[in-house]
């Protein structure tokens, strides 16, 4: 079962504009990543943010984790359009070992020229 | 090697055959990870290594499907009496400890298994 559920499932944007992406989860978890997957380079990890943190930064990529509300949200600034992909947010937690990660259904994301 | 590689990298097969898989993960993970990604969908885990043993293969979804990492570094998957529902992206992943607390998993692009 897919844990993590993504939102929207599409989001079309243009180049220079923000774009932000939900996910919601279940269970109590260790930490929370979010990848990326196109067709030329597969599924990438961006950032992973900890259970005991709030928010995290990488370039310009903004993480929030709110783990009283069992969410989370990435913000893309400036968008490219070599930011065009599907996004996923994955957490732990939830398995026998704790460490196989959940993912999403993923937000497909469209930036145009 | 410089990131995890899998081979092939598109598999074609006859609905009732054995297929193997491969994996190499990044030379020094322990943890290795298996996944499944079907059509719109988020990848899926099947199981996880840390080291030679299999440490949670609850994701396996029955009897026919099964994976060894003998010597510690590369994995096979194994699928026996495949089905055409088996179609699907392969995905296998390794991370360095793979710690709760640090558990950046790094992906190979994936083996493209399709079952006639």
């Known amino acids: 079962s897919q844990q993590g559920e993504e939102d929207p499932q599409a989001l079309s944007i243009q180049e220079g504009e923000n774009a932000t992406m939900n996910c919601s989860y279940k269970?109590?978890?260790?930490?929370l990543q979010w990848y990326r997957q196109n067709s030329g380079r597969g599924l990438v990890h961006l950032i992973l943010i900890r259970s005991n943190e709030r928010e995290k930064h990488s370039g310009r990529l903004r993480v929030t984790l709110d783990t009283s509300k069992k969410s989370s949200s990435l913000l893309i600034t400036a968008s490219r359009a070599a930011d065009t992909a599907s996004y996923f947010c994955a957490t732990d937690g939830d398995s026998n070992s704790g460490y196989a990660l959940n993912f999403g259904k993923g937000t497909s994301l469209l930036v145009t020229p | 090697g410089a990131g995890v590689s899998q081979t092939p990298s598109n598999k074609v097969t006859e609905k009732g055959k054995y297929v193997e898989l491969r994996c190499d993960p990044i030379s020094g993970h322990t943890a290795l990870y298996w996944y499944r990604q079907s059509l719109g969908q988020g990848p899926e885990f099947l199981i996880y290594?840390?080291?030679?043993?299999?440490?949670?293969d609850s994701g396996l979804p029955n009897d026919r499907f099964f994976a060894v990492r003998p010597e510690g570094s590369v994995s096979t998957l194994k699928i026996q009496r495949t089905e055409r529902g088996d179609s699907a992206v392969y995905l296998c992943?390794?991370?360095?400890?793979?710690?709760?607390?640090?558990?950046?998993?790094?992906f190979g692009p994936g083996t493209r298994l399709t079952v006639l």
């Open positions: 992943a390794s991370s360095l400890r793979g710690l709760a607390d640090d558990n950046e998993q790094f």
């Open positions: 269970t109590s978890i260790n930490n």
């Open positions: 290594f840390q080291g030679t043993g299999a440490a949670d």
